[in-house]
T-cell receptor
Framework: QKEVEQDPGPLSVPEGAIVSLNCTYSNSAFQYFMWYRQYSRKGPELLMYTYSSGNKEDGRFTAQVDKSSKYISLFIRDSQPSDSATYLCAMRRIQGAQKLVFGQGTRLTINP | DAGITQSPRHKVTETGTPVTLRCHQTENHRYMYWYRQDPGHGLRLIHYSYGVKDTDKGEVSDGYSVSRSKTEDFLLTLESATSSQTSVYFC???????????????FGPGTRLTVL
């Protein structure tokens, strides 16, 4: 069983829709939670990160962490065609080197 | 891509040949990483470095070795390439926790490696 599980999709929604992306994890030692966005044939880029539980908002993006359920989410409001990409969740412990464990990635398409 | 270059960007090689991928950074970041990305697996850590000449294994290190003789360069070597090592390889850099941007890993553009 993988430490981090993410529905690979693909997910296709109309422009303007609210998108919900989710990951579950099994390692209770994870304390930092990230969402990366990856455009086709590019390297991932950090979208948001959250420490421990709670919500974090940045423009149209909201990240939520529920450590009691070992569940994290990324919401995208008023989705745009430019949001079409693969979204990867990642997480790590506090101590030691910053070894990230990634989910499989969800491929998202926003249709105009 | 945050001052990170990878070379070569594409490579096709044959089973059993040695291959070296290079990651070069101009950001003077202390930590460097090598990941591979395969369908259905996301990114998986191969090796990482927390300083010059200081390296350690990641999740999928078998068949790979690394070296870091300078802050700016991190080399990944496949001693004898196999078809299972066909993948996209990403280098990443970061600063230690507590420093500015210490929570962010910056990724390079990737190297597509095909082993026939």
């Amino acid at each position: 069983q993988k430490e981090v599980e993410q529905d690979p999709g693909p997910l296709s929604v109309p422009e303007g829709a609210i998108v919900s992306l989710n990951c579950t994890y099994s390692n209770s030692a994870f304390q930092y939670f990230m969402w990366y966005r990856q455009y086709s044939r590019k390297g991932p880029e950090l979208l948001m990160y959250t420490y421990s539980s709670g919500n974090k908002e940045d423009g149209r993006f909201t990240a939520q962490v529920d450590k009691s359920s070992k569940y994290i989410s990324l919401f995208i409001r008023d989705s745009q065609p430019s949001d079409s990409a693969t979204y990867l969740c990642a997480m790590r412990r506090i101590q030691g080197a910053q070894k990230l464990v990634f989910g499989q990635g969800t491929r998202l398409t926003i249709n105009p | 891509d945050a001052g990170i270059t990878q070379s070569p960007r594409h490579k096709v090689t044959e089973t059993g040949t040695p291959v070296t991928l290079r990651c070069h950074q101009t950001e003077n970041h202390r930590y460097m990483y090598w990941y591979r990305q395969d369908p259905g697996h996301g990114l998986r850590l191969i090796h990482y470095s927390y300083g010059v000449k200081d390296t350690d294994k990641g999740e999928v290190s078998d068949g790979y070795s690394v070296s870091r003789s300078k802050t700016e360069d991190f080399l990944l070597t496949l001693e004898s390439a196999t078809s299972s090592q066909t993948s996209v390889y990403f280098c990443a850099i970061s600063e230690p926790d507590g420093r500015a941007s210490g929570n962010e890993q910056f990724f390079g553009p990737g190297t597509r490696l095909t082993v026939l």
